[in-house]
């Protein structure tokens, strides 16, 4: 089931029995049979009754706060899993140096060759050099990964990997885009605003999944431990950024949105995505992961977001096994 989305200003969710109801200035907007969905996404001025909270709680559906701009800002959740002797297994894991190291490295390993997968598959056709470097220096980054002995050595394998990722991966984007790096605090363009974005409902993703096999989303092996940040579904998600980079690639290209559909804002904010282009990335995104593929470990059909819950259970047998031989998701 899909999550919800509401991001219209100044809406209100309440429910009427089963069914969700979204309305404005006593207007119906949507209705939706709380059966259908599976998550909420809020973004910013955005209200829903307290007797929709008590429902949600009570249904174990997590509600997702994001401002207007689609950073995260918290999230409602139901009772914890009681998965203690799991999360018992997970934290002696994490305080396993070589545990961490095996398990960060087999990650970034899977965000490098899915990065250089979706470089070589538009380049086929292409044939440019510039493309083709990057490619290469993908394959030099991915074999160095194995032999990395600290993560702060494996985070510049990847950092030098991702730039000369993004190198290329502008040279597929229509010029009138003008994307040069990627840029993060604040994103400073309309397709590092659409990355943001993007990356932002892939980890909401990835932290469900992590909740829902039952281990600790805070504590991550690529990522190290910070106050407030899911560091385990940061770890996950680093395999599937590859989705969220095609959507924008295709959205962009084929004029589904178009730099017209951003404006200047202010420092905090110096571009600003309108909602009509939100609504249609939204909805790209959610298209490409209910598309069905292979998973190459359970060799059967799958939905992109249940490929990632599949994941999230290959990070828990690892777990349970305390063997760091995890298999990342490789796209072909």
Known sequence: MPPLYLIEQGAKLHHDGRRLIVSKDDRELSSTPLAHVSEIVIMGNVGLTTPTIKLLLAEN???????IDGEYRGRLVG???????LRR???RCQDDATFVLAMAQRMVSGKIANARVLLQRHNRERHDPEIAAAIEALHIAYERVPRTTTLNSLNGVEGAATAAYFGAWKRLLKDDWKFEKRVRRPPTDPINVL?????TLLARAAHSAVEAVGLDPYAGFLHGVEYNRPSLALDLMEEFRCVVDGVIQWLGNSAQIQPSDFMPGDAARPIVMNDSAKRKFIQAYENRMNEMIIHPRQNERLSLRRCILAQARCIVDCIQRQSPDYT?????
């Open 79 to 85: 009772v914890a899993t009681p998965h203690v002797l």
């Open 195 to 199: 990355l943001s974005f993007g990356y």
């Open 328 to 332: 990342p998701m490789l796209f072909r």
């Open 61 to 67: 559906i997590d509600v997702v706060f994001l401002t």
């Open 89 to 91: 297994k997970q934290y």
